[in-house]
């Protein structure tokens, strides 16, 4: 019988073992700037199939690892992909370049990287790394009790979601804490699906229990939110989505859902744009899909598998993204 992780089983199956615990949490919209994705009465909880649905995004390429992604960043045009206690340096179409050690025996959780290095969140601790592998520095969580799920560097600070204390955490980039960031709706994490994200000055992240994404600002202001629950476009499904989120550079929340796979686009203010990438053109299953972008470049990882996918004009004149005229970089 094949070995699965926790981290596996958490995210494949959470929505089935935590729905029992949070039957009648709605996704109540807080309007504070932010406007409803989409109309809750008219979500339903069986998947909905939508056979003329066409991606405008066309698949260039995929690779697989020799173990389960745990998770992959993009940097300068090249992959850092974390997976068997190491992290894989490659191109866009999985081609190797080098091969950096993280002799560490936590799982990674998240990756980013920058101009710094490359940013590793364990569930106790986060550590960076030179981009030739070597460590620069490392700290501790702040509770025995921590179990950290996502992290966002934004400016000079590192923020990282703490599933355990139901909080985000903000530290220095030297490992200095800052604050602790309270959602004023309570966040309901029941599974491994507390993501965040940072874009134009603005930080974002997945209240997964309520079908919900938050807004603050780098000091920790809420802002709002968005997001309802139901499997049709536009709506979150299940009891926890959604499980990964990332944003482009001019502001617009790509969210990643798993029970109906699918990646989305919403507007930096809530309004539900398209689904960029459906079940189908993700490659079927139940499990949700780490997203990267890169200008009109969509990287989508799961189990042991990169697809790299490219937006194409001529699709999206007949399919998604047809009739959207936002100036996109995913366009570009």
Known sequence: MEKITRKKFLRAFGTLLAGGSVVGVTGVVAN??????YD?????????????????????????????????DEYKGNLYVATCGKVLLTNSYGKSIAELPINNGDNVRDMAVDDDGVWLLHPKSVRLLSHEGV????WEACSDMSDYCSMAIADNCVF????????????????????????????????????????????????????????????????GCFGTAGSKPGAFCGCCNPVHLTCTQTGE???????????SCFSDDGIFRSVLLDGKALGGGFKSYETKISGDKIFAAAKNKITYYRYDSQLAAVGACGDCGVECPLKN
């Open 32 to 37: 504070k700037g932010f406007k409803p994705a």
């Open 40 to 72: 809750a009465s008219q979500s339903g909880s069986e998947t909905v199939a939508d056979n003329s649905y066409m991606s405008p995004y066309r698949q260039i390429a995929s690779f697989q690892t020799d173990g389960e992604i745990e998770a992959f």
């Open 135 to 138: 460590q620069i520095r490392t």
């Open 160 to 223: 990282v979601t703490d599933k355990e204390n139901k909080n985000i955490v903000k530290y220095t980039r030297n490992g200095d804490l800052v604050k602790f960031i309270e959602s004023p709706n309570r966040f309901i994490i029941p599974s491994l699906t507390f993501a965040i994200g940072y874009a134009k000055g603005m930080l974002y992240c997945s209240n997964s229990g309520r079908h919900q994404i938050e807004k603050y600002t780098l000091d920790g202001e809420y802002k």
């Open 253 to 263: 929340i790509i969210t990643s859902e798993k029970g109906v796979p699918r990646i």
